[in-house]
């Protein structure tokens, strides 16, 4: 397990988009529920609403603490192409340049990831704010993480829907800085989601090093309980308490993966 600590989540779910799908049967609505979790007090934040995803941006760390979205198989088999243009969203307190991370040995990393978005134009230009950027190893960015990407686009098609949630983190060793900006370089991400229209929700989490992350995901997998240990946040609390403890208490990867 990595010894870490982070700061995340929060999504609102689009409950109507996706409840009549075939998988969604019957459709619990908790569209009230899924609501921000408990973040440490103090935690610096502005929330940002993007077409298609939420972020939750950490000025002092000038990285997201968390980025939130629903995704829907739908979603998954979009015409909309990659935008490629990374762009300062001069709204948002501290958010870098694309010139932050220029040379700096570190992939501008998306938390959400633009493949997830290829449902609508402007939810594409929007993932492309280096809001939603964080420094991120190549060998993770391009191996592990596009791995796990890949494989959620095609839970999303299998189970109607899923509520993912990703971001950094980081220990107090974490000191390093780029960029004019200076950007926070994490040494982890996490990720949770879950399956909410399921007639037996479930979730997962899962956190990898900010470095090459060899071998299979069921390694880096855990309970969101596991998760919540070491960020130290309550994901989800506004859920009914039943479905709260299933989702968070277990995590069978080979449930999660199976076809």
Same mark, same amino acid.
């Given at each position: 397990?990595?010894a870490?600590?982070?700061?995340?989540?929060?999504?609102?779910v689009?409950?109507?988009?996706?409840?009549?799908?075939?998988?969604?049967?019957p459709?619990?609505?908790?569209?009230?529920?899924l609501?921000?979790a408990?973040?440490?007090?103090?935690t610096?934040?502005?929330?940002?609403?993007y077409?298609g995803?939420r972020?939750?941006?950490?000025p002092?760390n000038?990285?997201?603490?968390?980025?939130?979205?629903?995704l829907?198989?739908?979603e998954?088999?979009?015409?909309?192409t990659?935008?490629?243009?990374?762009?300062?969203?001069?709204?948002?307190?501290?958010?870098?340049?694309h010139s932050?991370?220029?040379?700096?040995?570190?992939?501008r990393?998306?938390?959400?990831p633009?493949?997830?978005q290829?449902?609508s134009?402007?939810?594409? &230009?929007d993932?492309?704010?280096?809001?939603?950027?964080?420094?991120?190893?190549?060998?993770?960015n391009?191996?592990?993480w596009?791995?796990?990407?890949k494989?959620e686009r095609?839970?999303?098609k299998?189970?109607?829907a899923?509520?993912?949630?990703a971001?950094?983190?980081?220990?107090?060793?974490?000191n390093?800085?780029?960029?004019?900006?200076?950007?926070?370089?994490?040494?982890?991400?996490?990720?949770?989601?879950?399956?909410?229209?399921?007639?037996?929700?479930?979730?997962?989490?899962?956190?990898?090093p900010?470095?090459?992350?060899?071998?299979?995901m069921?390694?880096?997998?855990?309970t969101?309980?596991?998760?919540?240990?070491?960020?130290? &946040?309550?994901?989800f609390?506004?859920?009914?308490?039943?479905?709260?403890?299933?989702?968070?208490s277990?995590?069978s990867f080979?449930e999660?993966d199976?076809?």
């Amino acid at each position: 397990m990595i010894a870490v600590v982070a700061v995340v989540i929060g999504v609102c779910v689009a409950v109507e988009r996706c409840k009549n799908t075939p998988a969604a049967t019957p459709a619990p609505d908790y569209s009230d529920a899924l609501d921000f979790a408990r973040n440490p007090e103090g935690t610096p934040e502005q929330i940002v609403e993007y077409e298609g995803f939420r972020v939750s941006f950490n000025p002092e760390n000038k990285t997201p603490n968390w980025v939130a979205w629903e995704l829907l198989g739908s979603e998954t088999d979009g015409e909309e192409t990659r935008y490629n243009t990374f762009w300062q969203d001069t709204e948002v307190e501290g958010c870098p340049s694309h010139s932050d991370y220029t040379h700096s040995g570190y992939d501008r990393g998306h938390m959400c990831p633009s493949a997830d978005q290829k449902w609508s134009r402007q939810a594409m &230009i929007d993932c492309f704010s280096m809001a939603n950027m964080t420094p991120q190893d190549h060998s993770l960015n391009a191996g592990a993480w596009a791995t796990l990407e890949k494989k959620e686009r095609l839970w999303a098609k299998r189970d109607s829907a899923i509520v993912i949630i990703a971001g950094p983190i980081y220990t107090p060793s974490d000191n390093q800085r780029i960029g004019n900006a200076g950007v926070r370089v994490p040494s982890a991400f996490y990720k949770v989601m879950i399956a909410p229209y399921l007639s037996e929700p479930r979730g997962i989490g899962f956190i990898y090093p900010n470095s090459s992350a060899p071998g299979n995901m069921q390694n880096y997998s855990m309970t969101i309980d596991q998760v919540e240990e070491i960020t130290g &946040i309550d994901f989800f609390y506004n859920l009914p308490d039943d479905i709260e403890t299933a989702i968070e208490s277990t995590a069978s990867f080979k449930e999660w993966d199976k076809r």
